[in-house]
T-cell receptor
Framework: RKEVEQDPGPFNVPEGATVAFNCTYS??????FFWYRQDCRKEPKLLMS???SGNEDGRFTAQLNRASQYISLLIRDSKLSDSATYLC?????????????FGTGTQLKVEL | DGGITQSPKYLFRKEGQNVTLSCEQN?????MYWYRQDPGQGLRLIYY???????QKGDIAEGYSVSREKKESFPLTVTSAQKNPTAFYLC??????????????FGEGSRLTVL
């Protein structure tokens, strides 16, 4: 089983739609979680951290479910500019080398 | 402006040649990382360094070497021993002592093609 798994997509949605991605992780000792965004042929950039209590940043909401070992990203009122690949990222913590493990990414295409 | 600079952006090399990718940061970050990205695969960690003069192998270190003689610099050498070197290489840094390892700041990447 992969350490971090995502549905690769692509998810094709109309502008204004609400879309949700899930990501599962295998190591129950994982300590911190993030969503990064990567535009085509560009470097990834941090979109948001994922906290146990859930967190929201404008149209974006991230949630963590430790019992089921998944994190989610919800995008409301999607814009054309949201088209990108969204990477789920997990840090196992010091015991695991304190390094980040990246999922393969979910591709989102927002269309007119 | 602070940031991470990778060079060259595009590089072509013949099979059997070593090549060194440059990565420089002026963010005063302690930790630096090298990742490789292939189509359909997530970023895979090659090497990382959490402090000057120290570095550790990541998940796919074979065929690569690094050095960390200065805080600002973390060059990656792709040796002829690397069987499939054609890829997109990303360098990153983080201020892990202050912020924990969460936010990685990436360079724009180097695309290596082996002919």
């Amino acid at each position: 089983r992969k350490e971090v798994e995502q549905d690769p997509g692509p998810f094709n949605v109309p502008e204004g739609a609400t879309v949700a991605f899930n990501c599962t992780y295998s190591n129950s000792a994982s300590q911190s979680f993030f969503w990064y965004r990567q535009d085509c042929r560009k470097e990834p950039k941090l979109l948001m951290s994922v906290y146990s209590s859930g967190n929201e940043d404008g149209r974006f909401t991230a949630q963590l479910n430790r019992a089921s070992q998944y994190i989610s990203l919800l995008i409301r009122d999607s814009k054309l500019s949201d088209s990108a690949t969204y990477l789920c990222v997990v840090n196992v913590g010091a015991g695991g080398g304190n390094k980040l493990t990246f999922g393969t990414g979910t591709q989102l295409k927002v269309e007119l | 402006d602070g940031g991470i600079t990778q060079s060259p952006k595009y590089l072509f090399r013949k099979e059997g040649q070593n090549v060194t990718l440059s990565c420089e940061q002026n963010l005063n970050h302690d930790a630096m990382y090298w990742y490789r990205q292939d189509p359909g695969q997530g970023l895979r960690l090659i090497y990382y360094s959490q402090i000057v003069n120290d570095f550790q192998k990541g998940d796919i270190a074979e065929g690569y070497s690094v050095s960390r003689e200065k805080k600002e610099s973390f060059p990656l050498t792709v040796t002829s021993a690397q069987k499939n070197p054609t890829a997109f290489y990303l360098c990153a840094s983080s201020n892990w002592r202050l912020a924990g390892i969460g936010e990685l700041f990436f360079g724009e990447g180097s695309r290596l093609t082996v002919l």
